[in-house]
Antibody
Framework: QVQLQESGPGLVKPSQTLSLTCAVSGDSISSGGYYWSWIRQHPGKGLEWIGY???????NYNPSLKSRITISVDTSKNHFSLRLNSVTAADTAVYYC???????????????????WGQGTLVTVSS | ETVLTQSPATLSLSPGERATLSCRAS??????LAWYQQKPGQAPRLLIY???NRATGIPARFSGSGSGTDFTLTISSLEPEDFAVYYC?????FGQGTKLEIK
């Protein structure tokens, strides 16, 4: 059974960097075929895709967040990470990691569905 | 970017009734549309993938259909545990959700 678990600080100060890690068990990131993703949910709101990384290191980011995001992968530890720079109160949200099956054309790879998801971690941006 | 619009925003029904949830895309999309269920304090759970395929462990009362721009999630006979928020997804966008509440 594949399980994902987010970890990281629950409180980040404005202008600082949000850093989260997603530990994967029951599957090997380096086996390929999946796109390891971050998704967030603002309090009481809907879901927003943040970005994904493939085991090779190839990434794809939400254009609205692209300038502030870095997603990295450590296949030796079987985890992947999110860094979001220059945070503001608008970045307060529950952050989820999820595995996505992808489908690829000659020019792009898109997530087909997200399953499973981590339990989520609330990150609050406040001084 | 494809925008997904779900309707209704809230659906009030009783256990045993049939629920029909709609997801409309701003442009024609492939069959790679998915549905999720989210209960309070929990992560979303995949229900339906590729428009009409139930995910592992999902009861047969859940079904999906549609094509082009119009997709539907149907719950044939509501159980108490089905009252939750439902989201559609394609591929980077999520709908705003439909809250299914007990009438």
């Amino acid at each position: 059974q594949v399980q994902l678990q987010e970890s990281g600080p629950g409180l980040v100060k404005p202008s600082q960097t949000l850093s989260l890690t997603c530990a994967v068990s029951g599957d090997s990131i380096s086996s390929g075929g999946y796109y390891w993703s971050w998704i967030r949910q603002h309090p009481g709101k809907g879901l927003e895709w943040i970005g994904y990384i493939y085991y090779s290191g190839r990434t794809n980011y939400n254009p609205s967040l692209k300038s502030r995001i870095t997603i990295s992968v450590d296949t030796s530890k079987n985890h992947f990470s999110l860094r979001l720079n220059s945070v503001t109160a608008a970045d307060t949200a529950v952050y989820y990691c999820a595995r996505a099956l992808g489908y690829c054309t000659t020019t792009r790879c898109d997530p087909r569905w997200f399953d499973p998801w981590g339990q989520g971690t609330l990150v609050t941006v406040s001084s | 970017e494809t925008v997904l619009t779900q309707s209704p925003a809230t659906l009030s029904l009783s256990p045993g009734e049939r629920a029909t949830l709609s997801c409309r895309a701003s442009q024609s999309v492939s069959s790679f549309l998915a549905w999720y269920q989210q209960k309070p304090g929990q992560a979303p759970r995949l229900l339906i993938y590729d428009t009409s395929n139930r995910a592992t462990g999902i009861p047969a009362r859940f079904s999906g259909s549609g094509s082009g721009t119009d997709f539907t999630l149907t719950i044939s006979s509501l159980e108490p545990e089905d009252f939750a928020v439902y989201y559609c997804q394609y591929p980077y966008s999520f709908g705003q959700g439909t809250k299914l509440e007990i009438k």
